[in-house]
Structure formats: structure tokens, C-alpha cells
């Protein structure tokens, strides 16, 4: 049985909890659905675009569940109004934020030798030296070398707005790093 059929069917599961009411449901399919999806981010970088459907489709199915929407109504307001990312920027985040606990010391002992910070060397302290900017590696397999976090989380990493970057608070208003109506838009069914 495939991934997404594994959690269809636990979705369908949670069908016959529909009597405890909406936010009860709704805190159920987070814990079936986000904690599967979320657990294994880190492995899901660089995955093929009929796969990342695939694993929308689950996310759609939960979202459909919570507000109890057909297979024809539209899904785009229920994740916008559940505050749910896709499922590529939801790994992008995961990726972002493990990036930022590996460069402030706080993700596990393992992450931390694989970021390098971008050091400029030089002999006057340059405001441009105290930076968060990462090194992202040169890859030799351009295939499953960019897959590995080594050279996944710096190249997301790199593409966060300065503002971001630059906070010393993991809690920053993400409002700006993802345009949530351009990227929704975008959901392949």
C-alpha cells in the first residue's frame, strides 16, 4: 500500500469520530495527517512533482474532511482559512526553521557541522560579517546531492528575505515569506 493510500484510509478513519464535533476533528486529522507529513520533511526535499501531488491530494482530503466539502468544491479557502501551507512550502519551512536552530545551536548535536556560516575574513569588521548567510556547498550528483540537508537548508536558507534572516527570534511574522493567495493558487489537484 502506497503512502497516500495509507493515509486516505486513516482519513477515512476519522469519518467515524464526525459526532465530537469540528474542532475535536480538526485537532484529530492534525495529529493523523501533519504530525506523518511533518515527521519526515527533511526526506521529502527535492521529491518528484507527481509525488508532492500525491501528498497534496492527502492534505486536500483532511481539509475536505474538517469542513466537510466535496470532491468538486473548491479546497483553496479551506487551507487558506486553516492556515495550512502546500506541501512543498510546508518542507521548505521545516527545513528553514531546522537551518535556524542549526546555526543558533539548538537543533540536534548531528545538523550542526553540516551549516557552515559565511564568514568574511578580513582586517576590519565589516557590517556585512555579522550576517546569517550560509555557504551553500558545491554538489557532485546534482540529483541527490541537492537533496541532502547540507545543501538543501542553506540554498532555502539563501532565499529568505534579509529581514528573516537577520532575526534572532524563531517567531517572526511569516506573513511575507510565502504569498499565501499566489500560492495557492498554484495547487495541482
Not at 19 to 44: C, E, I, K, P, W
Not at 47 to 76: F, G
Not at 117 to 130: C, E, I, Q, T
Not at 140 to 163: C, H, M, Q
Amino acid at each position: 500500500m502506497s503512502i497516500g493510500k495509507v493515509w486516505i484510509y486513516r482519513l477515512l478513519l476519522v469519518v467515524f469520530v464526525f459526532f465530537f464535533g469540528s474542532a475535536t476533528l480538526q485537532m484529530l486529522v492534525v495529529a493523523l495527517v501533519h504530525s506523518r507529513l511533518d515527521y519526515g520533511n527533511g526526506v521529502l526535499v527535492g521529491l518528484p512533482a507527481h509525488l508532492m501531488r500525491r501528498l497534496q491530494s492527502v492534505l486536500n482530503a483532511a481539509a475536505r474532511l474538517i469542513y466537510r466539502l466535496k470532491t468538486r468544491d473548491h479546497i483553496t479557502d479551506a487551507l487558506i482559512s486553516l492556515h495550512w501551507l502546500r506541501v512543498p512550502e510546508r518542507i521548505q519551512y521545516k527545513l528553514a526553521t531546522l537551518a535556524y536552530r542549526a546555526l543558533y545551536g539548538d537543533a540536534p548535536r548531528y545538523l550542526g557541522p553540516l551549516i557552515r556560516v559565511d564568514d568574511l575574513p578580513g582586517r576590519r569588521p565589516l557590517r556585512s560579517a555579522n550576517t546569517n548567510r550560509l555557504v551553500v556547498p558545491q554538489v557532485k550528483l546534482s540529483t541527490v546531492g541537492n537533496r541532502a540537508f547540507a545543501a538543501a537548508a542553506p540554498s532555502i536558507w539563501e532565499r529568505l528575505p534579509t529581514d528573516v534572516i537577520a532575526a534572532n527570534l524563531l517567531f517572526v511574522d511569516c506573513s511575507n515569506l510565502f504569498s499565501s493567495r499566489q500560492s495557492y493558487l498554484d495547487v495541482v489537484y
